[in-house]
C-alpha cells in the first residue's frame, strides 16, 4: 500500500513537472511569435506578462508601420496603430508607389487616378498612349513575321 502510495505521488509529481516543461515550451514559442509582430492573429495574449504584452504591442506597431511606409499594399496597412505624422508619410508612400505604377503606362486598370495630381494625369496619359503605341507595333511585327513564315513555308527556296 505504501509502495503504491508513494508511485501514485512520483507520478503525479513527474506528471506535473511534464505538464510545467510544455507550459513553459509553449510560453516561450508564442513570447517569440509575439515579439517578432509579423502575424498578431497567432499571438496568445493571456499568456503574455503585462511587459512581454506591451512589447509584443510595439512589435506589431513597428511591423505595421513598416509595411504601410512600402506603400506596395495599402490593404495591408492598420491605419488606426499609426499617429498622424505617420499616418501622412504612409498615405505619401502609397501615392508615390501609385505614381510609377501609372507612369509605366502598360498596366492602367492598377493606376489609380484619383490620386494623380493634374499634371502627374498628363504624364500618366502620354505613358499609357505610348505602351498602347508599342504593343500596336509589337503586334504588327509579329503579324508581319507570320506572313513572312508563311511565305517561305509555301515557296522554300
Known amino acids: 500500500m ?3 502510495l508513494f508511485l501514485l505521488t512520483c507520478f503525479a509529481s513527474l ?11 509553449e510560453r516561450q514559442e508564442n513570447l517569440r511569435r509575439c515579439l517578432d509582430g509579423n502575424y498578431p492573429s497567432l499571438c ?12 509584443a504591442k510595439e512589435a506589431e506597431r513597428q511591423v505595421n508601420l ?19 505624422d505617420e499616418l501622412a508619410r504612409a498615405k505619401e ?8 505604377r501609372c507612369l509605366d503606362g502598360n498596366y492602367p486598370s492598377i493606376c489609380k487616378y484619383s490620386l494623380l ?3 502627374e494625369l498628363k504624364k500618366v496619359r502620354a505613358a499609357e498612349d ?12 509579329e503579324q508581319l513575321s507570320d506572313l ?5 513555308m509555301r515557296h522554300p527556296s
Not at 508612400?93 to 510609377?100: D, F, I, K, M
Not at 513572312?148 to 517561305?152: I, P, S
Open 148 to 152: 513572312q513564315e508563311g511565305l517561305a
Open 2 to 4: 505504501k509502495t503504491q
Open 15 to 25: 506528471s506535473l513537472m511534464f505538464s510545467a516543461m510544455v507550459h513553459a515550451d
Open 117 to 119: 495630381s493634374a499634371s
Open 93 to 100: 508612400a502609397e501615392r508615390q508607389v501609385n505614381l510609377r
Open 44 to 55: 496568445k495574449y493571456s499568456l503574455l506578462s503585462a511587459d512581454e504584452l506591451a512589447r
Open 66 to 84: 513598416r509595411r504601410c511606409l512600402d506603400g506596395n499594399y495599402p490593404s495591408l496597412c492598420k491605419y488606426s496603430l499609426l499617429s498622424a
Open 130 to 141: 505610348r505602351a498602347a503605341s508599342s504593343k500596336k507595333s509589337c503586334r504588327l511585327l
